[in-house]
Structure formats: structure tokens, C-alpha cells
């Protein structure tokens, strides 16, 4: 059991260091899904909450998800810095919803899994 929440926890850390990378990157080395922005981002997201809720049950919902949002936000304003990059008010709701969901899946996984 012990192995499994570490092997987790680095997993929803390379996460939240890859939702960083991935936000920052110029315009021009970006590559795109074909989903959507909206909803890579809300991908991204959601993953990476469900795996951080997981993680640290002890934690709650909420640090997680205020957290992530919080975050979200920060590497929004910090696109800006990035060439041909933008911070925009509709990508950072979207990884909003996506951490709501991720949060809402963890928590009803964790209560199947304790069954």
C-alpha cells in the first residue's frame, strides 16, 4: 500500500510540474491535441487533482482544489512572459472545472475503493 500512494504522489507531482511546463511554452513549440483548448486544459486539470486527492486523503477536497485553482491562475498571468503566449480568463476557468471534476472523481473513487 505504501508503494502505491508514493508511486501517486510522483505521479501527480510530474504532473503539476508538467502543467507548468506545458503552460509556458512559446507559442510556436506548442502542440495541440485537437481537442480543444478548453478542454485540454480541463483534461490536464482534472487528472492532475484526481492523482493529488488520491495522494494525500488527509488533505481534504479543498486544499487540492484551491490549490490547483490558484495555480491555474498564476500560470495564466505568467504566460505573459512567454512568446506568443496570453493570459486568458477562459483557459484559466477551464482548469477550474477540470480540478472540480478531478476532485469530484477522486473522492467518489476513494469511497468505491474503501468498499
Do not use: N
Amino acid at each position: 500500500m505504501a508503494f502505491a500512494i508514493g508511486l501517486l504522489r510522483v505521479t501527480a507531482w510530474f504532473c503539476v510540474v508538467l502543467l507548468a511546463v506545458l503552460s509556458l511554452l512559446p507559442a510556436d513549440d506548442m502542440v495541440r491535441t485537437g481537442i480543444g483548448g478548453h478542454f485540454e486544459h480541463a483534461l490536464a486539470y482534472a487528472g492532475t487533482a484526481f492523482l493529488l486527492r488520491l495522494s494525500y486523503p488527509d488533505w481534504g477536497w479543498q486544499k487540492p482544489a484551491i490549490g490547483l485553482v490558484i495555480y491555474a491562475g498564476a500560470l495564466e498571468v505568467l504566460q505573459s512572459m512567454s512568446a506568443g503566449r496570453h493570459p486568458a480568463v477562459e483557459d484559466w476557468l477551464a482548469g477550474a472545472a477540470g480540478v472540480l471534476v478531478g476532485i469530484c472523481a477522486a473522492i467518489i473513487a476513494d469511497k468505491l475503493w474503501r468498499r
